[in-house]
Antibody, heavy 121, light 108 residues
Framework: QVQLVQSGAEVKKPGASVKVSCKAS????????IHWVRQAPGQGLEWMGI????????SYAQKFQGRFTMTRDTSTSTVYMEVSSLRSEDTALYYC??????????????WGQGTMVTVSS | SSELTQDPAVSVALGQTVRFTCQGD??????ASWYQQKPGQAPVLVIY???NRPSGIPDRFSGSSSGNTASLTIIGAQAEDEADYYC???????????FGGGTKLTVL
């Protein structure tokens, strides 16, 4: 079945980096873009950015430009979100989600289970 | 504008109808999609496009759109519908996406 499986929870110190993975299965990896979505504790969903696994092109929300990097490995059907110079406010659940889009519509149709990243000294 | 505005909370009596709204300039150009999120779970897509339900989503969920406002309606709300609901759409540039702030549904 189509699924996205994310890596496990991480605890990091301020200033460190973390790399969260999202492994796709059950479909052709390069046929669908992947979004990353962040949810701070008790807060709503925030769109972070999108990566096209076919060519690797990316687009980031303005808030997530600079310290956030999305990459992909087509040999393992995996996309990654790396966050550098971690701050306490990066403590959140990070989700990946598969995109389906038409000219006037879009949908985050399949979601990973989420990866909790905790930044604490 | 790149914002989508939702009411923070709404309540509905069991078996009654509830409507969620989502307002934003980009909704004049792009359809919203809607997501249900229960505590401790990943969001689930419930409505996308003009009014499309993914497989497994009950037909009591429906969507509509007019001008800068998208709506999600539940006809005959059930206890299991109690959750947070988020709308999402591309922003006006078409290159980015944005979520609304979410609406917490309480089923009485």
């Amino acid at each position: 079945q189509v699924q996205l499986v994310q890596s496990g929870a991480e605890v990091k110190k301020p200033g460190a980096s973390v790399k969260v993975s999202c492994k796709a299965s059950g479909y052709t990896f390069t046929s669908y873009s992947i979004h990353w979505v962040r949810q701070a504790p008790g807060q709503g969903l925030e769109w972070m950015g999108i990566i096209n696994p076919s060519g690797g092109s990316t687009s980031y929300a303005q808030k997530f430009q600079g310290r956030f990097t999305m990459t992909r490995d087509t040999s393992t059907s995996t996309v990654y979100m790396e966050v550098s110079s971690l701050r306490s406010e990066d403590t959140a659940l990070y989700y990946c989600a598969r995109d389906s889009s038409g000219s006037s519509w879009s949908a985050f149709e399949i979601w990973g289970q989420g990866t909790m990243v905790t930044v604490s000294s | 504008s790149s914002e989508l505005t939702q009411d923070p909370a709404v309540s509905v009596a069991l078996g009654q109808t509830v409507r969620f709204t989502c307002q934003g300039d980009s909704l004049r150009s792009y359809y919203a999609s809607w997501y249900q999120q229960k505590p401790g779970q990943a969001p689930v897509l419930v409505i996308y496009g003009e009014n499309n339900r993914p497989s497994g989503i009950p037909d009591r969920f429906s969507g509509s759109s007019s001008g800068n406002t998208a709506s999600l309606t539940i006809i005959g709300a059930q206890a299991e519908d109690e959750a947070d609901y988020y709308c999402n759409s591309r922003d006006s540039s078409g290159d980015h996406w944005v979520f609304g702030g979410g609406t917490k549904l309480t089923v009485l």
